[in-house]
């Protein structure tokens, strides 16, 4: 069966660190990655999505950033965190064919910068 | 663009109570997804409807897809407080691999 990882769970960061969130998902391949934020309370918002190596797509400008550098890694960057990063975090999936199936998420990670 | 918009954004209700969550999209689903997000949790997929006027049951849950597949609603019967989170709906996005979400429908059992 397929499960998804994500790390850390929580990190409190000053403003003006970098920042590195990573997911990886096992027990597929060619899989579509997702990065999405959440802000207390609301809903979700799309930061990137990937539907193979090397290939991004950024849906927010921002001092956000994302790699895929395997398969199955997502990586979540940043240079210089602001206070409005500060938020939920949650890397998704979904098998890779062209008709959106379900998402999967994983744990997310709580992110609050000070 | 394409939006999703649901309503209500909160739900008091007390333990026994119905709930209903509407989601209405600007333009015509291929498919309409439901999700459920525990405080302090991860969305977690509920069903996925495909058929237009396509109804499913889960239990005490309730799904709809419009006729023209463009709204949807899932109904709780007689919620239990397990049931406390927010549902969110999703709908693909024309020509590539997004979801467009709804904002969530926040289910709250009054004490």
């Known amino acids: 069966s397929q499960t998804i990882h994500q790390w850390p769970a929580t990190l409190v960061q000053p403003v003006g660190s970098p920042l590195s969130l990573e997911c990886t998902v096992e027990g597929t391949s060619n899989p579509n990655l997702y990065w999405y934020r959440q802000a207390a309370g609301r809903g979700l918002q799309l930061l990137f999505y990937?539907?193979?190596?090397?290939?991004i797509s950024s849906e927010v400008p921002q001092n956000l950033s994302a790699s895929r550098p395997q398969d199955r890694q997502f990586i979540l960057s940043s240079k210089k965190l602001l206070l409005s990063d500060s938020g939920f975090y949650l890397c998704?999936?979904?098998?890779?064919?062209?008709?959106?199936?379900?998402?999967?998420f994983g744990p997310g990670t709580r992110l609050t910068v000070t | 663009g394409q939006q999703v918009m649901q309503i209500p954004q909160y739900q008091h209700v007390q333990e026994g109570e119905d709930f209903t969550t509407y989601c209405n999209s600007s333009?015509?689903?291929?498919?309409i997804q439901w999700y459920k997000q525990r405080p302090g949790g991860h969305p977690v997929f509920l069903i996925q409807l495909v058929k237009s006027g396509e109804v499913k049951k889960q239990k005490r849950l309730t799904f709809q897809f419009g006729e023209a597949k463009k709204n949807s609603s899932l109904h709780i019967t007689a919620t239990q407080t397990t049931d406390v989170g927010t549902y969110f709906c999703a709908g693909p996005l024309d020509s590539n691999y997004q979801l467009i979400w709804g904002a969530g429908t926040k289910l709250i059992i009054k004490p």
């Open positions: 333009t015509t689903l291929s498919n």
């Open positions: 998704a999936w979904t098998p890779g064919t062209l008709v959106p199936y379900e998402q999967y």
């Open positions: 990937s539907v193979g190596i090397g290939q």
